[in-house]
C-alpha cells in the first residue's frame, strides 16, 4: 500500500524559513518522480518543485532561489526547504509521486501511477 505522510506545515512571519518532510512508503524511489504541490484557496494547485529519479530538478519560477527539493532514499523520506517565506507562499503544501513499474536510469517502462499526500498547511503572516 502506498503512503505518503506530510509534515513541517506551519504558522511563520514573512521572511522565515519552513523545512516540509513527506514520508514515503509502497514505492520504489529509483521508478519515481516526486515533487511538491501547493493549493491556496481560491487558486488551483500549482506545482512548487519536482525531482526526476536521475536527481534533475525542476522549480516553479517564482520560487527559485528561495525553495530547494531534495530526497533520502534510505529514510524513504522527501524534503522541502523553504526560505524568505513571502504571505503568497500561504497555501496547503502536498506530496507527490509518480511512478512507473520501473526504471533504468532516466528511461521509465510500464504503467504510470500517480500517488499524492493529504498535505501539510503552510500559513504565512505579514
Known amino acids: 500500500q502506498v503512503q505518503l505522510a506530510e509534515s513541517g506545515g506551519a504558522s511563520v512571519e514573512a521572511g522565515g524559513s519552513l523545512k516540509l518532510t513527506c514520508v514515503i512508503s509502497?514505492?520504489?524511489?529509483?521508478?519515481?518522480?516526486m515533487g511538491w504541490y501547493r493549493q491556496a484557496p481560491g487558486k488551483e494547485r500549482e506545482l512548487v518543485a519536482s525531482?526526476?529519479?536521475?536527481?534533475?530538478?525542476t522549480y516553479q519560477d517564482n520560487m527559485k532561489g528561495r525553495v530547494t527539493i531534495s530526497q533520502d532514499p534510505a529514510e524513504r523520506r522527501l524534503f522541502l526547504q523553504m526560505t524568505k517565506l513571502t504571505t503568497d507562499d500561504t497555501a496547503v503544501y502536498i506530496c507527490?509521486?509518480?511512478?512507473?513499474?520501473?526504471?533504468?536510469?532516466?528511461?521509465?517502462?510500464?504503467?504510470?501511477?500517480?500517488?499524492r499526500g493529504q498535505g501539510t498547511r503552510v500559513t504565512v503572516s505579514s
Open positions: 507527490a509521486a509518480d511512478c512507473f513499474d520501473y526504471c533504468s536510469g532516466s528511461f521509465c517502462f510500464g504503467d504510470r501511477h500517480d500517488y
Open positions: 509502497g514505492v520504489t524511489f529509483n521508478a519515481c518522480a
Open positions: 525531482i526526476k529519479n536521475d536527481g534533475t530538478t
